[in-house]
């Protein structure tokens, strides 16, 4: 096959992670015959420095013209105290989420095997846990209308969705439950929220569609408690852009390192493949960051092209890598720490 990949390598740790998962994928691409392009182009702070914009227009071309995009970090120090920035990194992420039309953003949560004992949670709570949040990404409180009144002193960002935003979410929802056990959880908090009430309706309405999945209905701040009692106890759960956000970075830290989970937005036309780790600006150059994300999230877009031998080739690496040790030092526990860099070669070289 003949892959075209916009490369976003970003802020922070990004461009070193990425570099890894260029790496392995074109070590899967060599061994299973695919010739992949890789088309470079500038976001977040590293954009605002270059261009004065976190999502450049030239950005969007090589976006849009791509069959997939490979995503880093974004996100830089000098902005996160200054609430007065004129533009920041964040903008970017959004406004090319909107621009892609990438509205349902897949964030697994899986254990590993080796690392049970590295999660913060007791073993016996984690032990199986394999569950999808699909997030939405493109609406709500992100996108609705904001701003101040008051000379400044009263804020307010309006939450919106529309029964289609929620339809083609769900829709995603029911998909993905049907090749999995069949289980949907709807993530609300249809106690308070109008726009909760109107996500659980349209959700309960399409249940009919679907009659082998078992949905059930679950407000947000219970389903915060239940993830780190009983995390195995949930597949997959569906859920607005805010509470998304929260519950997947609570979910990230179940497998024993936010380094390790990768994740999709996906789209209509093309479709976004990143690490949920960030851009972990304390590590950035220091060869200490777990390229180990990035390179389940190459695997992800392997799969999303129906190559799932490729997917699974480089699943595989990384669990070996995992078992004999060969891991960054968020993962090493006292053990020998490699680099980002030992890493990538290491997958590589057992691809
Ligand atoms: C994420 C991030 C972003 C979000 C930020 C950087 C805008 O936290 O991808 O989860 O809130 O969506
Ligand atoms: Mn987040």
């Not at 461009?15 to 061994?31: L, R, W």
């Not at 392997?302 to 669990?319: C, P, Q, S, Y």
């Amino acid at each position: 096959m003949k892959l075209n990949i916009a490369l976003l390598a970003g802020d922070g740790i990004g461009p070193e992670v990425i570099d890894q998962a260029v790496k392995v994928s074109d070590a899967i691409a060599q061994k299973f015959g695919h010739e992949i392009t890789w088309k470079p182009a500038l976001t977040g702070a590293a954009a605002i420095d270059a261009v004065g914009e976190p999502y450049p227009d030239a950005t969007h071309e090589v976006c849009k013209n791509a069959d997939a995009v490979l995503f880093g970090a974004i996100g830089h120090p000098k902005y996160d105290n200054d609430p007065s920035a004129p533009v920041r990194p964040e903008q970017g992420l959004l406004k090319m989420r909107k621009a892609l039309g990438l509205f349902a953003n897949v964030r697994p949560t899986f254990t590993f095997p080796s690392l049970l004992d590295k999660s913060p949670l007791k073993r016996e709570r984690i032990e199986g846990t394999d569950l999808v949040f699909l997030r939405e990404l493109t609406g709500g409180i992100y996108f609705g209308e904001k701003g101040r009144r008051d000379n400044g002193d009263t804020a307010f960002d309006n939450c919106v969705y529309t029964r289609a935003e929620v339809q083609r979410l769900a829709k995603k929802g029911f998909e993905l439950a049907m090749t999995r056990s069949k289980k949907l959880c709807c993530v609300d908090k249809a106690n308070v929220l109008e726009t909760s009430r109107l996500w659980r309706e349209t959700v309960q309405a399409m249940e009919k569609d679907y009659p082998e999945v078992t949905v059930s209905y679950e407000f947000v701040d219970a389903v915060a408690m239940r993830l780190v009692q009983w995390p195995n106890s949930y597949d997959v759960l569906i859920t607005e852009n805010l509470f998304g956000d929260i519950l997947t970075d609570e979910a990230s830290v179940i497998s024993g390192s936010m380094g390790l989970m990768p994740s999709a937005s996906m789209g209509a036309e093309v479709s976004l493949f990143e690490p949920i780790h960030g851009s972990y600006p304390q590590a950035t150059g220091l060869n200490i960051a777990n390229p180990m994300a990035t390179v389940l999230s190459a695997a992800m877009m392997f799969e999303n092209f129906g190559l799932m031998e490729e997917g699974k080739a480089m699943r595989d690496a990384v669990n070996k890598a995992l078992e004999a040790g060969v891991v960054t030092e968020d993962l090493a526990d006292g053990g020998k720490a490699y680099g980002t860099k030992e890493v990538g070669d290491w997958l590589a070289a057992n691809i």
